[in-house]
């Protein structure tokens, strides 16, 4: 499976961007997509995750109410919707892709996902 994310910017404190993910290959194995981000000296965080065939989508509590995941899948395609944007969302935001879902309280847990992307760059000023 590989991932390649788009969508990244630049933007004002309140404003809004979508981020991409587009997935290629073994994609019929995937089981949950998700949305991490990484800013300059912190660890690596769960944003989102979206479990398609449970309908379920998980947010970190630092984005509920401005995030949204979804995914398309005739596109392959996992979206990040980012809403009213603040100066500490500011990072590097990675796609991952799970093969297997080991369940809800596992939902920002990087060693549980099998495929990453590169990174799309998002700073907030």
């Known amino acids: 499976v590989q991932l390649v994310e788009s969508g990244g910017g630049s933007v004002r404190t309140g404003g809004s961007l979508r981020l991409s993910c587009a997935a290629s290959?073994?994609?019929?194995?995937?089981?949950?997509m998700a949305w991490f981000r990484q800013a300059p000296g912190k660890e690596r965080e769960g944003v989102a995750t979206?479990?398609?065939?449970?309908?379920?989508?998980y947010y970190a509590d630092s984005v509920k109410g401005r995030f949204t995941i979804s995914e398309d899948d005739a596109k392959n395609t996992v979206y990040l919707q980012m809403n009213s944007l603040k100066l500490e969302d500011t990072a590097m935001y990675y796609c991952?892709?799970?093969?297997?879902?080991?369940?809800?309280?596992?939902?920002?847990?990087?060693?549980?996902?099998?495929?990453w992307g590169q990174g799309t760059q998002v700073t907030v000023s």
């Open positions: 979206v479990v398609p065939g449970l309908g379920g989508t």
């Open positions: 290959g073994a994609t019929a194995g995937r089981h949950c």
């Open positions: 991952a892709a799970g093969l297997k879902w080991y369940g809800s309280r596992w939902w920002s847990e990087s060693r549980y996902f099998d495929y």
